[in-house]
T-cell receptor, first 113, second 114 residues
Framework: DAGVIQSPRHEVTEMGQEVTLRCKPI?????LFWYRQTMMRGLELLIY????????DSGMPEDRFSAKMPNASFSTLKIQPSEPRDSAVYFC???????????FGPGTRLLVL | AQTVTQSQPEMSVQEAETVTLSCTYD???????LFWYKQPPSRQMILVIR??????QNATENRFSVNFQKAAKSFSLKISDSQLGDTAMYFC???????????FGKGMKLTVNP
């Protein structure tokens, strides 16, 4: 299996621009998670989906953040408009079932200038 | 709320030596799972080992093993025969049975010196 795939791997953008991060989970996994990692706050769960349905978005920091999962093999995390404090590494992870091992993608390193 | 504590922010060890990374957690539940993840400089989060709370036997994966002390709520990772490639951040993580939310510790930076 190819593992969790994320794109782009690196993104540099200017404040106010829209940023879209993409994720392809492992085939057959029913859960998809979006995390953000910063030095200050560590790893934070932003949102997760079960069978393409958002279950808990309580970690999404602001209305500027939105996530979708139109089908079982694709999810996006969008930031509009982006701000310098959004600079972080964003991870996508997937798991087969509840409480199963979560497998992480390589992450997207976002820098907002 | 469940919490995971990694009290040692940083450690270093000589190549080929054995090192133990500590982790404690707090939960009132009896059904849960524990993990160690490794994050090398590439930033990829890699699963090292997983332990089910209902299993008394400590999990082992090649040079990596855990010392799971359920009563003490302790979950330490032992790395034997340390290699330069083991240099990374190591995160202890917990998930309650029936839950989807993985709770991470703050991580510990391990450096393996030649």
């Amino acid at each position: 299996d190819a593992g969790v795939i994320q794109s782009p791997r690196h993104e540099v953008t200017e404040m106010g621009q829209e940023v879209t991060l993409r994720c392809k989970p492992i085939s057959g996994h029913d859960y998809l998670f979006w995390y953000r990692q910063t030095m200050m706050r560590g790893l934070e769960l932003l949102i997760y989906f079960n069978n393409n349905v958002p279950i808990d978005d309580s970690g999404m920091p602001e209305d500027r953040f939105s996530a979708k999962m139109p089908n079982a093999s694709f999810s996006t995390l969008k930031i509009q408009p982006s701000e310098p404090r959004d600079s972080a590494v964003y991870f996508c992870a997937s798991s087969k079932q509840k409480a199963e091992t979560q497998y992480f993608g390589p992450g997207t390193r976002l820098l907002v200038l | 709320a469940q919490t995971v504590t990694q009290s040692q922010p940083e450690m270093s060890v000589q190549e080929a030596e054995t090192v133990t990374l500590s982790c404690t957690y707090d939960t009132s539940e009896s059904n849960y799972y524990l993990f160690w993840y490794k994050q090398p400089p590439s930033r990829q989060m890699i699963l090292v080992i997983r332990q089910e709370a209902y299993k008394q036997q400590n999990a082992t994966e090649n040079r990596f093993s855990v010392n799971f002390q359920k009563a003490a709520k302790s979950f330490s990772l032992k790395i034997s025969d340390s290699q330069l490639g083991d240099t990374a951040m190591y995160f202890c993580a917990f998930i309650q049975g029936g839950s989807e939310k993985l709770v991470f510790g703050k991580g510990m930076k391990l450096t393996v010196n030649p």
